[in-house]
């Protein structure tokens, strides 16, 4: 799924928890912080992600519960 400058991040969570979300490049090298150690209730997220400054490559963002450090949610996009 291409996008621009922006991207769309849409999350349900079905248990609260403290999680980061970031992107990443296919590397593995943090590009951006999008939240860090946010409390999340059960619900609907959006976020609109600014990727002005990265260049054209794939990415995914990636959500991730604090306190067990484990990977709940992830999703591949392409940057044009």
Do not use: C, Q, W
Request: no cysteine; proline share 1%; glycine share 6%.
């Amino acid at each position: 799924n291409p996008t621009g400058d922006n991207v769309n991040i849409d999350l349900i969570v079905a248990e609260e928890k403290l999680a980061d979300l970031s992107i990443y490049d296919m590397l593995g090298v943090k590009v951006r912080n999008v939240f860090s150690g946010e409390y999340l209730k059960r619900g609907y997220y959006h976020y609109s992600v600014n990727l002005r400054g990265l260049s054209a490559a794939a990415y995914i963002a990636v959500l991730v519960d604090k306190v067990n450090m484990k990977l709940k949610a992830s999703k591949k996009f392409i940057k044009y």
